[in-house]
C-alpha cells in the first residue's frame, strides 16, 4: 500500500473526516480576510506559537440522500505539522515525518513516512494557505461566541458550507460543515483545553505482540 493510498484509506473513516474537518475549518481563513482580530486569529495564533489543542470530540455524519446518521467519539490533540486522534479501536499519530495508525482491534500498526501533499488536511499545508478557497460570509458575534460561515468559492472543494463556533475563551465548540454530496457533518468539543507541547503527545507505544507493517522502505 502507497502513502498516498494510506491516507486515502485513513481518511475514509469517520473519525478521521472529522478530525479533518475541524482542522480544516481552524485553518482555512487567512487573517488578511477578516476586517478585525477575532476568535479565529486568536485560535490560529495559538497554534502557530506552539501550543496544543486538547479536547474529546463527538462527531456525527448524516447521509445527504439516505437521512441515515452515524457517530463517533474521541479524543485529539492539534499541534503546528503534528497531531494524535484516538477513538475506540484506532489510534492516528502524525509527528511530522512519520504516520502511526493501531489498529487496537487487529493489534496491528501501519508504519509510513508522512507527506502532507498527500495529506489535504494537514495544518501545515492549510495554515500555509487556502484562504482563496472560501470567504467569510458572516460572522455572528454574540456574548460568549463567535460564529463564523464560510462559503465556498470552487465547486471542487471538499465542502459548500462550513460553519465554525469559537467561545470567547479561544475554544472550538462546534464545527458544522455541508459537503458537495450533501452530507451534513457535525463535530462537537467539550473538556478542551491548550496544553504546552510535550514530545509523547505525538509518540505512539506499539503494544506489545503488535504486527508491524512498515511502508517506509517498500
Known amino acids: 500500500m502507497t502513502c498516498k ?11 478521521f473526516r472529522a478530525f479533518s ?5 481552524l485553518s482555512v481563513v487567512q487573517p488578511a480576510i477578516l476586517a478585525q482580530e477575532n476568535y479565529l486569529d486568536g485560535v490560529q495564533q495559538k497554534i502557530k ?6 479536547a474529546s470530540f463527538d462527531h456525527q455524519f448524516t447521509d445527504g440522500y439516505t437521512k441515515e446518521q452515524s457517530g463517533s467519539s474521541g479524543r485529539v490533540w492539534l499541534s503546528w505539522g503534528q497531531y494524535r486522534i484516538e477513538t475506540e479501536g484506532q489510534i492516528i499519530v502524525v ?4 504516520s502511526k495508525v ?3 482491534n487487529r493489534n496491528r500498526v501501519i508504519i509510513s513516512e508522512y507527506d502532507s501533499e498527500f495529506d ?11 484562504g482563496e478557497e472560501y470567504r467569510v460570509e458572516s460572522i455572528k458575534r454574540r456574548a ?16 459548500e458550507t462550513i460553519e465554525i463556533t469559537i467561545d470567547k475563551e479561544l475554544f472550538p465548540r462546534e464545527v458544522k460543515a455541508l459537503d458537495m454530496g450533501a452530507n451534513l457533518i457535525e463535530m462537537k468539543f467539550s473538556s478542551a483545553n491548550y496544553q504546552i507541547l510535550d514530545d509523547h503527545f505525538f509518540q505512539l507505544q506499539i503494544p506489545k505482540g503488535a504486527e508491524v507493517i512498515d511502508m517506509r522502505y517498500e
Do not use: C, Q, W
Open 49 to 54: 506559537e506552539g501550543n496544543v489543542f486538547v
Open 120 to 130: 489535504d488536511f494537514a495544518p501545515s499545508k492549510i495554515l500555509g494557505g487556502l
Open 102 to 104: 493501531l489498529d487496537t
Open 95 to 98: 509527528d511530522g515525518k512519520t
Open 144 to 159: 460568549h461566541r463567535e460564529e463564523f460561515i464560510l462559503m465556498s468559492n470552487d465547486s471542487f472543494s471538499a465542502f
Open 5 to 15: 493510498s494510506h491516507f486515502r484509506f485513513r481518511m475514509a473513516g469517520y473519525s
Open 21 to 25: 474537518l475541524f482542522i480544516f475549518a
